[in-house]
């Protein structure tokens, strides 16, 4: 089974600081996927990234950009210049092959203003 | 606007009894997810299914099983509810090519 590390449990910032949340993963499949979710205080999940273990290729979407390194098998998230809706937990997510999900115990980010 | 919707936002019920929570998507998936969410653990995958009548354990099954009888809905059911159950409940589905995936609302179960 896999099994996801976030070592950061709780992470406070000032506005407008970039943050790097960590994740660590271990997986016996040669091919699944990673995701991102975000859960803002209001509780729903949020969707902000899938990666496909074939794709090395960092992104970056906005403030948002990912770092996968395989070798190590790390997936980073960095928000630049963070804000105060920022704040929420995030999780990472290893997917068991292309199927089951399985979720970190998340980060909790505080962007203080 | 692709919905998963819970039976119930909050549920209260005694120990030992029997407690179904129901899931239902509109996507016509052929994942669904049932995950329990606790303070300072995360998501943890009880059970997974993959297809009507398919299922497979997840990462803390025991205490749950769980019913697909139709494709759109899927129900994880508390066989003797104990206090440790007390929860968030969070529903989940998804393709077979597993873009993402979309939650439900959640049911937070007290077990009293």
């Known amino acids: 089974a896999q099994k996801v590390t976030q070592a950061q449990t709780e992470i406070s910032v000032v506005e407008k600081e970039d943050v790097t949340l960590d994740c660590v993963y271990e997986?016996?499949?040669?091919?699944?996927?990673l995701f991102w979710y975000k859960q803002p205080p209001s509780g729903e999940l949020v969707f902000l990234i899938r990666r496909n273990s074939f794709d090395e290729q960092n992104e970056i979407s906005g403030r948002y950009s990912w770092n996968f390194q395989k070798s190590t098998s790390s997936f980073n998230f960095t928000i630049t210049a963070s804000q105060v809706v920022d704040s929420a937990v995030y999780f990472c997510a290893p997917s068991g092959g292309y199927q089951k999900v399985t979720f970190g115990i998340g980060t909790k980010l505080q962007v203080i203003p | 606007d692709v919905k998963v919707t819970q039976s119930s936002r909050y549920l209260v019920k005694r120990t030992g009894e029997k407690v179904f929570l129901e899931c239902v998507q509109d996507m016509d998936h052929e994942n669904m997810f049932w995950y329990r969410q606790d303070p300072g653990l995360g998501l943890r995958l009880i059970y997974f299914?993959?297809?009507?009548?398919?299922?497979e354990k997840g990462d803390i099954p025991e205490g749950y099983s769980v019913s697909r009888e139709k494709k759109e809905r899927f129900s994880l059911i508390l066989e003797s509810a104990s206090t440790n159950q007390t929860s968030m409940y969070l529903c989940?589905?998804?393709?077979?090519?597993?873009?993402?995936?979309?939650f439900g609302p959640g049911t937070r179960l007290t077990v009293t």
């Open positions: 989940a589905s998804s393709s077979p090519a597993l873009e993402r995936q979309y």
């Open positions: 997986t016996r499949d040669t091919t699944y996927y």
């Open positions: 299914s993959y297809d009507v009548k398919m299922k």
